[in-house]
């Protein structure tokens, strides 16, 4: 599904250069659970962030889908984002204004879906996460794992070829936790891609494979056994 | 900082606005005695025969001296004032003084004004004593003592000589009366042969000023006046049967302080204004302050999510809510004071600026029975503690467990988004409003300067001056000269021109009825239509060769004369509303019908009239003044003004024109203006308040984009997260700019629904004061609201633009 060669992000000021990413060599086939770990700093976030396209390399060759993806502008960027990718952050990023429904319509707004059918997979979905229930209420009215449930409601609700989760357990509980991870791993199971990143070993173990990092590169990638 | 320049720009609009208003409110105050110096003035009610309702700041001769005799222990004093501006030959040389005022009496008894040379008791001893302004003086005679030397006045009776006996100092510009000098005539001798003036309660040609007495109860006077009126003003006998003038005049005394602003406007010395405009305008500023206050109000309740955190840790280190309060109007109080330092600063450049639109000596003094430091103290607190009151309890109720325990910056309670929304709704509505009056008003002014008058303004030149004693029938000849002038087309004298400072009317009977119908009555002489472009539309204009079309009588009256001319009859031509009020169904029917008027001694009877053609209305009064029906006599004498009607370049033939007025009549000078002036002029005082009006819709715009620009800059941080998780959901950047921009262009769509109606209801009745106006149609309230739309859209874009620019990744990082 992707093709990283030589990705490198590196982060300038006007006296410090920072290196994020440092000619990272990756692969990621379709149907895949990975775990991105390693220690704070170490570049996971970037990683995923390029990998999003949420951010633009510095250098190296980014190939998505089969389509070279690197040197594409905002616009462009935003398009293969739209059609392919979906989110799950550690800090949920629900928008506090907007009701549960409402936050998960948000990610078919932007897609050419009528107003019937997007109230149609938005209900279709929050059946799936187990958040219906909670339609009309605002996210700060939601428990934290209930909150993750709606992200991760929004994240498939436009169907995307590839979900990225960072830290998506960070902010939860243990119990929480695990709920949220058994419900990635059911994604996996029915197709879906998923890069995860994570600190929790216990929780990359639910991946097929772990890529650990440290200092921009990645030190070393082991899959588990089926 | 757009706090600070907001409330500044808010401060100067209305400090300007009520300096303005205090100024047209404070006309006469400076007057010693103002309590009791009062102007008797003539109010006309309509009357069936057509007659319009008019409030005349004159009043007849006989009024002030029957009121002075019928109360001997309430009157102190009573001087009339004529409005009439005669040749002055000074060292032989002819000049004109702009005010001089011809006054029966010691109007210096009245108006107790400070002199520089001599003094007010002994300024006007005697009849052929003059007193002159500061600059008046300085003006003819530079530095020299004018006192005893003498001017020669060229009045009626011919030249005659009067001494200076002082000068005063130079008539406050806000005064209902003015005077460059005041010259004391014999008023008997003056009106020897026209006794009519002195006995006529019907003949206004002058001011009446009164001084009571210290414990005279003006309104007791004025409470009596019908039977005052009833017991002096006696009837008029004529062929007509018997009227009385005192059945549609009534007469009161106004206080010398109520006459700038009062309701009798018609016939002034100076200018009057309207208690309606100087409202609106202090309406207007209590608005722009106000606009100024809710953007004060709105910033600071927006960055609340800024403040939360610091009242949050104050509250923890042991702050109570009361020393936050007063923490948080302390603040406004010291921006609001730096705020006013500014406005003062702005006030005092703009202060030339301001005057010279209105014409007005407007001046800044901070101390003393005038000034304006305590009224600015006092508004620096007010206003303060009005736009600092609600955020000082909003941002003091936060809550701080809450705000520290969640780590967040943000603590936008609810509701007060809400009112936010409000308040731009109603700053917009404001602004949108002033758009449309000034678009509006801008409309009618130009409308009155450009519309169809009747007569053709371009190529007319009209030269007045023709009644002044020196010219003794030289116009002829001047009028003769005129017309072989290279480029000029056609020149006649008339009585009535551009901008007419008199009315004359004469009552009109059909045949079959005693129904009296008033029409203008005015003499011209042949070639007039054609000199200002009327039109005739039926029937045919005068000759000189028809001897009833001749309806000149000898001046002085010769009674035989009047006699033949009474039983001749004459030949008029009217317009088209006379016609109409006349009950002609058109004006041909008109043509060839006889009427009778009063042309004449009252004795005599009627005089009977043919009309003999009719003419398109002509506007030469203003357009607030209503369509004046006429009827044209034509004569060889009486004029006022010749019309020229020229081609080619006008400075020239002013030019030609001057040589031959000059050459023929030396003793008079020369007045020459192009219609096109005149009336420009006659307007410049509603320009001059529309461009105010102008100058205020922008301040009010430029506060309202100024908060909304503010707004936006918050509401677009407060809203970063949200952004970025849009975008990271595909939304790209003009999405975003489109939501950020449809958030702030709800409020001013929601704007336009309240000013519309406002506005129109506000217009329509301005409106009416003309007699013909605009119509009020959808465009300026759609202008108003497009460009207030583009204007919003505008300031907000350039934030939307930015934030929406951002990486989302750095906007997820905001929080």
């Known amino acids: 599904m992707l093709q990283m060669r030589g990705l490198s992000r590196i982060y300038r000021t006007d006296t410090v250069e920072t290196t994020a990413l440092d000619a990272i060599d990756l692969d990621i086939a379709s149907g895949e659970f990975v775990a991105i770990m390693g220690p704070s700093g170490c570049g996971k976030s970037t990683l995923l962030n390029l990998m999003g396209m949420l951010d633009t390399p510095s250098s190296g060759s980014y190939v998505f889908d089969g389509k070279e993806v690197a040197g594409l502008n905002e616009s462009r960027l935003a398009e293969v984002r739209k059609a392919n990718i979906g989110f799950i952050f550690q800090s949920f990023n629900l928008v506090d204004e907007l009701s549960v429904a409402e936050n998960i319509e948000l990610a078919l707004l932007y897609h050419k879906v009528g107003s019937a059918e997007r109230k149609s997979r938005v209900e279709t979905v929050m059946d799936r996460v187990g958040i219906a229930h909670r339609a009309r209420h605002r996210p700060s009215q939601l428990s934290g794992g209930q909150q993750q449930r709606v992200a991760v409601a929004r994240a498939l609700v436009a169907e995307p070829k590839l979900i990225l989760a960072d830290e998506p357990t960070g902010n939860l509980d243990t119990n929480h936790g695990e709920e949220v991870m058994r419900m990635l791993q059911s994604l996996n199971r029915s197709g879906s891609t998923i890069v995860m990143v994570t600190h929790s070993p216990a929780h990359a173990d639910y991946a097929g494979r772990v890529v650990n990092m440290l200092d921009g590169r990645v030190l070393q990638e082991r899959r588990r056994a089926a | ?815």
């Open chain 2, 1 to 815: 900082m757009i706090n600070i320049t907001g409330l500044a720009i808010g401060l100067a609009a209305c400090v300007l606005i009520l300096l303005y208003v205090r100024y047209e409110q404070s006309y006469d105050d400076w007057l010693p005695d103002a309590e009791r110096v009062f102007q008797l003035q003539t109010l006309y009610e309509a009357t069936e025969s057509g007659g319009e309702e008019m409030n005349l700041q004159m009043s007849a001769i006989v009024a002030g001296r029957a009121l002075e005799k019928d109360y001997p222990g309430q009157v102190e004093n009573v001087v009339w004032v004529r409005s009439f501006s005669p040749v002055i030959l000074q060292d032989g040389q002819a000049s004109v003084t702009e005010d001089l005022r011809m006054v029966d009496g010691d109007l210096f008894a009245i108006f107790d004004v400070p002199f520089v040379r001599g003094s007010a008791a002994n300024a006007l001893p005697d009849t052929h004593s003059i007193a002159l302004s500061e600059s008046e003086a300085q003006r003819r005679f530079g530095d020299q003592d004018p006192v005893g030397r003498t001017l020669t006045i060229v009045d009626n009776n011919g030249p005659v000589d009067y001494r200076v006996t002082g000068v005063f100092e130079d008539w406050p510009e806000h005064s209902s009366f003015s005077a460059d000098a005041v010259a004391r005539f014999d008023l008997g001798a003056q009106f020897a042969d026209r006794e009519y003036a002195l006995t006529g309660w019907n003949n206004q040609q002058g001011w009446n000023y009164v001084k009571l007495r210290q414990p005279a109860d003006a309104a007791l006077i004025n409470e009596r006046m019908p039977a005052w009126e009833k017991r002096n003003i006696p009837d008029d006998v004529g062929e007509g049967g018997t009227t009385n003038p005192g059945d549609f005049q009534d007469y009161r005394l106004t206080n010398i302080r109520d006459i700038h602003l009062g309701e009798a406007q018609a016939a002034s010395v100076t200018p009057g204004n309207d208690r309606f405009t100087v409202t609106t305008f202090a309406v207007i500023a209590v608005l722009v302050l106000g606009m100024a206050c809710v953007n004060f109000t709105n910033l600071a309740t927006a960055r609340s999510s800024q403040r939360a955190r610091e009242v949050a840790l104050r509250k923890v280190l042991g702050a109570s809510r009361r020393q936050l309060i007063t923490q948080f109007l302390g603040e406004s109080l010291l921006v609001t004071a730096i705020a006013m330092l500014l406005a003062l600063t702005a006030t005092e450049l703009l202060l030339p600026v301001f005057n010279g639109f209105l014409g007005s000596d407007i001046a800044v003094t901070y101390f003393g029975a005038g000034g304006i430091l305590l009224p600015v103290i006092a508004l620096t607190l007010v206003v303060g503690l009005a736009a600092g009151l609600y955020p000082a309890f909003y941002l003091s109720r936060f809550e701080p467990a809450q705000i520290l325990k969640a780590n967040k910056s943000a603590a936008d309670a609810g509701g007060s988004g809400q009112l936010r929304n409000v308040l731009v709704v109603g700053q917009f509505a404001v602004s949108i409003g002033l758009i449309i009056c000034t678009a509006v008003i801008y409309g009618q002014t130009v409308y009155a300067r450009t519309s169809d008058a009747g007569y053709v303004r371009d190529g007319l030149l009209q030269i007045e001056n023709l009644g002044y004693r020196g010219v003794d029938g030289r116009d002829q000849q001047v009028v003769e000269q005129l017309r072989r002038v290279p480029g000029v087309e056609a020149a006649a004298r008339t009585q009535i021109a551009v901008d007419p400072g008199g009315n004359s009317v004469s009552r009109v009977y059909r045949t079959d009825s005693m129904e009296p119908i008033d029409l203008g009555q005015y003499s011209v002489e042949t070639g007039f239509f054609d000199a200002m472009g009327m039109k005739l539309i039926a029937g045919r204009d005068f000759s000189n060769a028809i001897g009833r079309d001749d309806s000149t009588t000898p001046f002085p009256i010769e009674e035989a004369a009047e006699r033949a001319f009474a039983e001749r009859g004459a030949n008029v031509i009217v317009t088209r509303e006379a016609t109409r009020r006349l009950g002609f169904t058109s004006p041909q029917e008109a043509v060839g019908k006889q009427l009778r008027s009063e042309l004449t001694q009252s004795e005599l009877g009627l005089v009977p009239i043919t009309i003999v053609g009719v003419v398109e209305d002509a506007r030469f009064r203003s357009l607030r003044a209503p369509l004046q029906p006429i009827m044209y006599l034509m004569r060889r004498e009486g004029f006022g003004a010749i019309a020229v009607r020229y081609s080619g370049d006008p400075a020239r033939t002013r030019e030609a024109a001057e040589t031959v007025w000059t050459r023929n009549i030396p003793q008079v000078p020369f007045d020459g203006r192009f219609a096109d002036d005149i009336v420009r002029e006659q307007y410049e005082q509603e320009a001059a308040r529309s461009q105010i009006f102008a100058a205020f819709a922008i301040l009010a715009v430029i506060i309202g984009c100024l908060g909304l620009f503010g707004l936006a800059a918050f509401t677009a941080e407060r809203r970063t997260k949200e952004i970025g998780i849009r975008k990271v959901l595909g939304a790209r950047t003009r999405d975003i700019v489109q939501l950020l921009v449809w958030q702030f262009t709800r409020p001013v769509i929601i704007a336009n629904l309240i000013a519309w109606p406002a506005a129109w209801w506000l217009m329509r009745d301005w409106l009416n004061n003309f007699d013909a106006r605009i119509d009020l149609t959808p465009v300026p309230f759609l202008l108003a609201g497009a460009l207030a739309l583009i204007i919003a859209v505008a300031t907000i874009a350039v934030h939307a633009w930015r934030v929406a620019g951002t990486s989302p990744v750095r906007a997820l990082r905001y929080e």
